[in-house]
């Protein structure tokens, strides 16, 4: 009888895991270490571990210091945030909100449960601290009570981040902010177009709600412009109870791509990538990733707006996020309706986490991260003109 673990068989995920490893490199962190001891004094002389500074600076313990997104920089100049080859942004909006509140706060609740997380994904073999460069510039100054003002707001702050060259990640809010991040986006595109994919139970294609363009209007006045045609958004996990007829006739007449949670399922995950990467590259230049935490089904995610039950399984979602991440060329990524008044043990912001750290250490492994120049689709002139044409 062989004395070799079964985890060791060279075959097993978990043994490549333990091989790649050892090849990552520990640069990274012993800067943090260096630049701890520097910035937070050497610790007291009964300490033994003699890389612990008097005062926390970096990722431990994880319980203190200040709650950036997994402790990355914060920058407090926004314009040096082209030095970096991805932004966290928050984006703290919930006045699009036509239920129950609360996301405003999401932005703040993802940020203290990635404390709990490490820069290093055994399965994928990723370590971002070594990889790529990440900072936090905060969150963009939204206007309580004015749709439209906080709208400017965002798209100002999301095109600057996009021009810079850092790839923009943003902490939502509730999924109004679908429509500015997306016009930021184009408004540095020039010519060329961008695919949208997007997670979610709703369409949320009215044009307008309540009067207004709300959290179920993002993508009807997203694919009003030119460089994000209807052809291109692809819809994931779209079901149940709280779907507009306004929004299907939308969908309908605009010839955009639906997939339920049953024909994921069916026609199985990979096929369901496929689908997805086909109808949002044909004749885009790049993809952006609209994460609706309520894709996923309900007794995962309590903490959001309007939960569905019957939605995607956590294993499911990250998935299809992954390879499409890894597949197509990704210029930017939102997670939204993250409510942590209505969470249970942070598990709803711990999912938008997850999802944000899968997404970079799968750039990384496709090789768009880091960046080595600047992508050819990012303009640098801005068209402000974009998206301006609603009243």
Not at 87 to 109: E, K, M
Not at 129 to 152: H, M, W, Y
Not at 184 to 197: A, F
Not at 250 to 263: F, S
Request: with cysteine; net charge negative; charged share 25%.
């Amino acid at each position: 009888m062989s004395d070799t673990p079964l985890f060791r068989n060279p075959d097993s995920e978990a043994n490549r895991a333990l091989e790649r490893e050892a090849q990552l490199p520990m640069t990274g962190w012993q800067q943090e270490v260096s630049q701890g001891l520097e910035y937070g004094l050497e610790a007291a002389a009964s300490i033994r571990d003699r890389t612990i500074p008097t005062f926390s600076r970096g990722e431990l313990p994880h319980y203190a210091g200040i709650n950036t997104f997994l402790k990355a920089p914060y920058v407090e100049d926004v314009r040096k945030v082209g030095e970096y080859d991805v932004a966290i942004v928050g984006v703290p909006h919930d006045s699009g909100t036509t239920y129950r509140p609360g996301t405003r706060f999401g932005p703040q609740g993802i940020r203290k449960i990635s404390a709990l997380y490490t820069p290093y994904n055994f399965e994928l073999g990723v370590d971002l601290r070594e990889q790529i460069t990440l900072c936090d510039v905060g969150d963009i100054f939204t206007i309580p009570a004015n749709n439209e003002k906080s709208f400017d707001q965002i798209s100002k702050g999301v095109a600057h981040v996009f021009s810079s060259g850092a790839l923009p990640i943003l902490l939502g809010g509730d999924h109004s902010i679908g429509f500015p991040t997306v016009r930021g986006i184009c408004r540095h595109l020039g010519d060329k177009k961008v695919g949208i994919i997007h997670f979610d139970r709703h369409v949320d294609t009215q044009e307008t709600d309540l009067d207004e363009r709300m959290h179920t209007c993002p993508w009807f006045h997203a694919t009003n412009m030119s460089n994000a045609p209807a052809k291109n958004l692809v819809q994931l996990g779209i079901g149940g109870w709280q779907v507009p007829r306004q929004g299907v006739k939308v969908c309908r007449d605009r010839a955009t791509n639906i997939l339920t949670v049953t024909d994921i399922t069916e026609m199985g995950l990979d096929a369901a990538v496929d689908y997805a990467l086909e109808r949002a590259l044909d004749g885009t230049d790049c993809v952006w990733i609209s994460f609706d935490i309520d894709c996923i089904d309900a007794g995962f995610v309590p903490g959001t707006g309007w939960p569905e039950p019957g939605g995607l399984l956590p294993r499911e979602a990250l998935y299809l996020l992954g390879k499409i991440v890894e597949k197509a060329p990704v210029c930017g990524l939102e997670v939204v309706e993250v409510s942590p008044p209505y969470d249970v043990s942070d598990m709803t912001a711990l999912m938008a986490t997850r999802v944000i750290c899968d997404t970079m250490a799968r750039l990384v492994l496709s090789g768009q991260l880091p960046r080595a120049e600047r992508p050819a689709y990012i303009q640098t002139e801005a068209n402000m003109d974009v998206g301006s044409d609603w009243e």
